[in-house]
């Protein structure tokens, strides 16, 4: 019996000397940008510029082809170009494969899209002798 006292009067103790906040966390507010929005050419023009940096290196690449991709959009065949040419670069065929790989991957149900890249990016892949997947047989896994 003078055990369950104790123990009601420790666990009575306890509650008193836990300190309860003197203030409350004010609720969050959503701030929305209302700056300057990003115009399209803006856009490609910034990624150009980021893949045509004479001294990118594979984890700029990769890290800036992850930030590209994770956008909802597929990137326009000019900023794909600046890519492919910094994987030439590079001389990383493997992340200009995985590169169309990717887009072929973003361009999802609209099956249209990945065959007009490729068509636009032909140059650019004869000039650099970089095949396609489908070109590879990879595209069948």
Known sequence: MFRA?????FSGARSLTRSRPQYTAPLAARCYSHGKQ????EFDARWITYFSKP???AWELRK????LIG???VPEPKILDAALRACRRLNDLASAIRILEA???KAGP???IY????QELRPTLSELGIPTPEELGIDKA
Do not use: C, F, Q, W
Request: net charge negative; charged share 40%; glycine share 4%.
């Open 5 to 9: 006292a104790l123990r009601l009067s």
């Open 38 to 41: 990003e115009t399209d050419e």
């Open 103 to 105: 887009v072929k991957d």
């Open 64 to 67: 800036g082809m992850n930030t």
């Open 110 to 112: 609209h099956k249209e």
């Open 71 to 73: 956008y909802d959009l």
């Open 115 to 118: 065959p007009y890249v490729v």
């Open 55 to 57: 001294d990118i290196d």
